[in-house]
């Protein structure tokens, strides 16, 4: 369904790295989420009339809601879509997040709805739906979740095309309807069959379950979003795979990549070098390795230079004399920037350290520790450490 709607209706179709051509994604599936989500509405509403249920004509009114939401994934493309200004020189893609966060929402809001409903009619807080199912409801009801089912897919192939968060949202919104709308439909049929009214409550209840957890999985993954995550491994290794491409390269660290929306990534790192070589040479390189990640990865990046010594005997015995000590004390931690200060009396180790975040040591404690370590092996060196986190 969405390779036929998107080769009919969007012009170069696979050129979804085109924000054009992602935007008009987006309508397609804003546009194809209102026109469902009101055929859905109307048959509901129908066959709620006709079998005179109460949750029928509830779930048909969700369809509207649906609808609501479609709207306002139109309009986030719209939003999103324009360029950088003044005022955002990151441009706008976030509010794809902000929207995806509004969804999810809605999501649990459907969700907690069922949930506190079934419960007061379970408690006998609230009177059970007496509702006359016939044959012509129960079809209309099958026929609306089939359709719902194939929404759900449809944006949900629609997502993966152009990594929406906001359309991802919308495919969890129409699962959970379908399961709702399926909870419906057992109901139906079991009290057509026992007249036990109370199986709604029971049914309604076990289908609220899941709903309200597609709405905080939405919710946690747009809040982590938004609060800023540390780079997928797939992204690093991207980087690390175009960098292996300049040998004069010798090392990176403190990459840090922002998000600031479906592919608007900015990437900043240190790339060691070595520091004899020709400044306006080691520039050049440098320039052409942004430029290389910019235009195969669409990550936007600027790379600081650390020239480090490699040639010099005494520092390379030092280098190795300090991962020996850190392996030796199990201290498995990843040094850079490493440079010394050879006096009279005694050396200076100068280095940067990397302690992960689920470390059990504070930043005093390993720069205790490592500073005890090479004191205990020679008494003349000394530390001086920049604690970084991964």
Do not use: W
Not at 227 to 242: C, R
């Amino acid at each position: 369904m969405s390779n036929f709607l998107a080769r009919l209706f969007i012009k170069d179709y696979k050129n979804t790295s085109d924000p054009s051509v992602r935007k008009a994604y987006g309508t397609l599936s804003s546009v194809v989420g209102v026109i469902i989500n009101f055929i859905l509405a109307a048959i509901k509403i129908l066959a709620g009339v006709l079998s005179g249920s109460v949750a029928i004509i509830a779930d048909a009114f969700n369809n509207l809601c649906d609808s609501g939401t479609a709207i306002i994934t139109y309009f986030t493309f719209k939003a999103s879509s324009k360029p950088a200004d003044k005022e955002h020189p990151f441009g706008h893609a976030r509010f794809e997040y902000i929207s995806s966060m509004i969804v999810s929402f809605i999501i649990l809001f459907v969700g907690a709805e069922l949930l506190i409903d079934s419960g007061k009619t379970l408690l006998g807080l609230g009177e059970a739906a007496r509702a006359d199912i016939t044959s012509v409801t129960i079809i209309i009801l099958v026929s609306s979740i089939l359709l719902k089912l194939l929404l759900g897919f449809f944006y949900r192939s629609i997502a993966k095309r152009i990594d929406s968060t906001v359309v991802k949202a919308a495919a969890a919104d129409s699962f959970s309807d379908t399961i709702s709308t399926l909870a419906v439909l057992i109901s139906s049929i079991i009290i057509k069959l026992t007249n036990i009214y109370i199986i709604d409550a029971i049914v309604g209840i076990a289908v609220s379950v899941p709903i309200i957890i597609a709405g905080t999985k939405i919710l946690i993954e747009t809040k982590d979003i938004l609060l800023g995550e540390a780079p997928i491994d797939e992204t690093v290794k991207s980087i690390e795979d175009v960098i292996a491409e300049f040998p004069d390269i010798i090392g990176i660290h403190d990459l840090i990549v922002h998000n600031y929306g479906p592919q608007k990534f900015f990437a900043s790192f240190h790339a060691e070098v070595d520091g004899k070589k020709d400044i306006y040479y080691l520039h050049d390189m440098i320039d052409n390795a942004e430029r290389k990640i910019n235009e195969e990865l669409m990550i936007s990046c600027t790379i600081h230079m650390d020239p480090i010594v490699t040639d010099d005997e005494n520092v390379n015995e030092l280098r190795k004399f300090l991962k020996e000590t850190l392996k030796k004390n199990n201290l498995e931690l990843s040094i850079h920037d490493f440079r010394t200060v050879i006096g009279n009396t005694h050396t200076n180790l100068i280095f940067d350290v990397v302690l992960p975040f689920d470390s059990p040591l504070s930043e005093c404690e390993v720069k205790e520790k490592i500073s005890d370590a090479v004191r205990r092996e020679r008494e003349n060196c000394y530390c001086v450490i920049t604690v970084d986190r991964g």
